[in-house]
């Protein structure tokens, strides 16, 4: 504990020297992503997210893969044929330059959905309080300081499957938090808004709830996006027969973009049939597509290439979802966006969704200064971790507080005592980001 605390100092110290926010880099062609409504628009054209999770290496073995130009540039030849406009990537370096490699997306047509945390930065779902600190900030804000520059920088995830049941709901308020810093940072450091949001587990007792918690309350604090893991739809199927149909319904009047940001069953052999389904009108007027889970094998047969010796090998799946992705056009025009929905009303509390109410836990003293000072460098993966090196029982604000300190307001948070739970193929590194460690 003495050792990280020391460390913590450290970062905070050394962070100040940082003051000036880092301007777009020239080169980068694609127009930036917007919301309007409930859709994802590039310039006045609806955009559908379209494309894989991207992380070789898997959760074994962490690496960023758009910190090496030459495996970045491997594997954006293999995106190309693949017709994607979309990668998803878990954890990054932000110790390293990605100016080559997000470049080189950019030149392919291609944007970044990014995870902000690595598994030794993030929330831990079983200490939640704990692990919302301002050594995790800095972090996280070091890593928004490279990427907000980048034109073809699509979102950021807040959080990856921190909640995957009804005994970790309680982390949900810290997540949201994390959600309302980011914003704040963005704007405060004068950014680009970038969509900022959270990716859910496929869990069904409690992702309606997640997502109009994450829409819920003030501006300031709600979600750009809301983004869920399915693996609901094993091939062959159908609307019907997958539920499909039942969650455009229950999502039919979210006010914000909805995407799935893992899909892909492998229970059956992968014919990717519901790219069909996602990218037609029996959906677009809810969801905006969504991201396929994984582009390399890492051992629990969703990969679509096989990567060895800096190699890739084309497995079945690849030319499966290649054929997919192309017999599955965008619908025309807006697709039947809502451009004017409102708010979802917060969740009451239930056996399933231990959420008191709306307050939030404010922000970290020692992460307030960042905003107009900068975080500074990232320490990237070799760093000691954050997910110690904060205090139970954080203050807490009512809704639209900002996450500033209210007058009066001495609410707090009930300590945690959710175990952390084994590990899922399905989360990669984003559940070990939420896992304890």
């Known amino acids: 504990m003495k050792g990280i605390t020391a460390y913590a100092a450290a970062v905070l110290s050394a962070s100040t020297a940082f003051a000036t926010p880092l301007q777009p880099r020239q080169g980068t062609s694609l127009v930036p992503i917007t919301v309007k409504g409930n859709a994802f628009f590039q310039g006045d054209k609806r955009f559908y997210v379209r494309g894989v999770d991207y992380q070789p290496g898997g959760s074994s073995k962490i690496e960023d893969p758009i910190a090496e130009p030459e495996v970045c540039k491997r594997d954006i030849a293999e995106f190309k044929k693949l017709g994607i406009n979309t990668v998803r990537i878990y954890s990054v370096d932000n110790s390293q330059s990605h100016d080559e490699c997000m470049q080189a997306l950019a030149d392919a047509g291609i944007y970044l ?3 902000v945390n690595t598994p030794k930065y993030s929330i831990n779902r079983a200490a939640p309080d704990i692990s919302y600190n301002a050594m995790y900030l800095q972090n996280v804000f070091a890593t928004i300081d490279i990427f907000a520059k980048y034109s073809n920088t699509l979102a950021f995830f807040s959080g990856n499957e921190v909640i995957n049941d009804a005994a970790s709901t309680n982390c949900a308020p810290f997540v949201k938090a994390t959600t309302r810093d980011i914003r704040k940072y963005l704007s405060a450091r004068s950014y680009r808004q970038i969509p900022t949001g959270y990716s859910a587990a496929d869990v069904s007792e409690n992702r309606k709830e997640m997502a109009e918690y994450m829409n819920c309350g003030s501006t300031d604090e709600r979600s750009d996006f809301f983004a869920f ?8 199927s159908s609307l019907s027969t997958s539920g499909w149909d039942q969650k455009v319904k229950n999502f039919s009047d979210y006010s914000i973009p909805l995407f799935l940001s893992e899909w892909g069953c492998n229970t059956n052999k992968r014919t990717f049939g519901a790219a069909k389904a996602l990218y037609s009108t029996d959906m ?4 905006s597509g969504g ?49 004017n929905g409102q708010p979802s009303k917060c969740p009451a509390r239930s056996s399933l969704w231990d959420v008191k109410n709306s307050d939030l836990p404010l922000m970290p003293d020692g992460a307030k200064k960042y905003m107009t000072e900068g975080a500074g460098k990232g320490v990237g993966f070799s760093g000691l971790g954050s997910q110690t090196a904060g205090t139970p029982n954080p203050q807490f604000a009512p809704s639209g507080s900002g996450g500033n300190s209210v007058k009066g307001s001495t609410k707090k948070a009930a300590a945690s005592s959710v175990s952390a739970p084994a590990f899922s193929v399905m989360a990669v590194v984003g559940l070990l980001a939420a896992a304890a460690l």
């Open 113 to 115: 959905v990014l995870d």
């Open 229 to 236: 893991n399915d693996y609901s739809w094993c091939d062959p």
């Open 291 to 339: 991201l396929v889970y994984e582009y390399s094998e890492e051992g629990s047969k969703y990969g679509i290439v096989d990567i060895s010796g800096g190699s890739v090998k084309e497995l079945d799946d690849f030319t499966a979802l290649k054929d997919a992705y192309a017999s599955a056009p965008d619908p025309s025009g807006d697709g039947g966006y809502k451009a």
């Open 284 to 287: 677009s007027a809810v969801f």
